[in-house]
């Protein structure tokens, strides 16, 4: 099973471009990586998802080693609407559902 | 986009009693939902998977007897919380996966339900 090490909190300013990564040394071959954000009392919300190398969209950046072990994702130019608590999910749905949480990464966005 | 909606958004209620919730896709065929707990600065903890037409799988230390899920519909899916005690406050969420279109690997999340019981 895999599972995920993030750092507990992280800090930066409004326009900044903020970097979280997470540790997944022990990631299967079937295991995609994906980021969720969120607010409390709200449920996730899906930011981005790889499987290796870089994957960009229209909110971050994800960028995942060869070996995988690893990922980071990227927010551009953060605001202060972006302080939430980030969470790295590391599983494959067709594979037994294991879908293994880290801890989160609880991002504050200071003016 | 893919929205999951969840009734009730907050309930209260007393030691003993049973608590239903509701997880339901409002614009896609959901085969597979997931129900999550949520303890407060905590991370989510999967529960059970939840398949439609068939049981749920509990995940190891959920009982199941006690978090009945049904999945009756490609749209909804239930947790009744029987005979629920103050340690089963929490904060519950359910996901679904697009069974025709979603991406691989994706689940979309409902709103949460925040339990408390006194």
């Known amino acids: 099973l895999a599972k995920t090490t993030q750092p507990i909190s992280m800090d930066s300013y409004e326009g900044q471009e903020v970097n979280i990564t997470c540790s997944h040394n022990?990631?299967?071959?079937?295991?995609?990586i994906t980021w969720y954000q969120q607010f409390p009392s709200q449920g996730p919300r899906f930011i981005i998802q790889?499987?290796?190398?870089?994957v960009t969209n229209e909110v971050a950046s994800l960028f995942i080693p060869a070996d995988r072990k690893s990922s980071t994702l990227s927010l551009p130019r953060v605001s202060l609407s972006d302080t939430a608590v980030y969470y790295c999910?590391?599983?494959?749905?067709?594979?037994?559902?294991?879908?293994?949480w880290g801890a989160g990464t609880k991002l504050i966005i200071k003016p | 986009g893919a929205v999951v909606s969840q009734h009730p958004s907050r309930v209260i209620c007393k030691s003993g009693t049973s608590v239903k919730i509701e997880c339901r896709s409002l614009?896609?065929?959901?085969?597979?939902m997931f129900w999550y707990r949520q303890f407060p600065k905590q991370s989510l903890m999967l529960m059970a998977t939840?398949?439609?037409?068939?049981?749920?799988?509990?995940e190891q230390g959920v009982e199941k007897d006690k978090f009945l899920i049904n999945h009756a519909s490609l749209t909804l899916s239930t947790l009744t919380v029987t005979s629920a005690h103050p340690e089963d406050s929490s904060f519950y969420i359910c996901?679904?996966?697009?069974?025709?279109?979603?991406?691989?690997?994706?689940?979309?999340f409902g709103p949460g339900t925040r339990l408390t019981v006194l």
């Open positions: 790889g499987y290796k190398t870089k």
């Open positions: 996901s679904a996966r697009d069974t025709l279109a979603g991406a691989d690997n994706e689940q979309f």
């Open positions: 022990n990631i299967a071959t079937n295991d995609y």
């Open positions: 999910l590391v599983g494959a749905l067709h594979s037994n559902y294991q879908l293994i």
């Open positions: 614009d896609f065929q959901a085969t597979t």
């Open positions: 939840s398949n439609e037409g068939s049981k749920a799988t509990y």
